[in-house]
């Protein structure tokens, strides 16, 4: 490992992906992004991370591979614009520790990432 990132924000929607780190970044958060699951499975191969938020629905590796590639993950944020059925969150388990619906406001984002890794003093 080689970097310390407070969150690591993986979406494959561009605008999404640099609005939330935007909002993170803004607050103090140090932030890493990925388009898709295997930028995230490299991101989390090399860095240490204390949070991620990820989006379930993404090409070629979807946030369920992402979970599924990791036996002991940092604490996971779904954040989907998509409701997770029943059957996905028994699958999940205590791998996730909350899911949020699109769209997320700031405060409700800045809440849930405060309460995993912590409050950061940021500009």
């Given amino acids: 490992m080689t970097g310390e990132t407070d969150v690591l924000v993986v979406d494959d929607e561009p605008d999404v992906r640099s609005s939330v780190a935007d909002i993170l ?3 103090g958060y140090r932030v890493q992004e990925a388009a ?3 930028e995230a499975l490299d991101v989390l191969a090399r860095e240490r991370v204390g949070a991620v938020l990820l989006d379930m629905v993404m090409p ?3 946030g369920m591979a992402v979970m599924d590639a990791l036996d002991d993950p940092p604490p996971v ?9 029943a059957a ?9 520790v909350d899911y949020l619906e699109k769209p997320v406001r700031p405060e409700v984002l800045l809440g849930r990432v405060a309460t995993i890794v912590g ?3 940021g500009g």
């Fill in 36 to 38: 898709d699951g295997n």
């Fill in 119 to 121: 409050a950061r003093s």
């Fill in 25 to 27: 970044r803004q607050a």
């Fill in 88 to 96: 996905a969150r028994t699958k999940l388990g205590a791998k996730v």
């Fill in 60 to 62: 070629r590796c979807d």
């Fill in 77 to 85: 944020v779904v954040v989907s614009a998509r409701r997770v059925e």
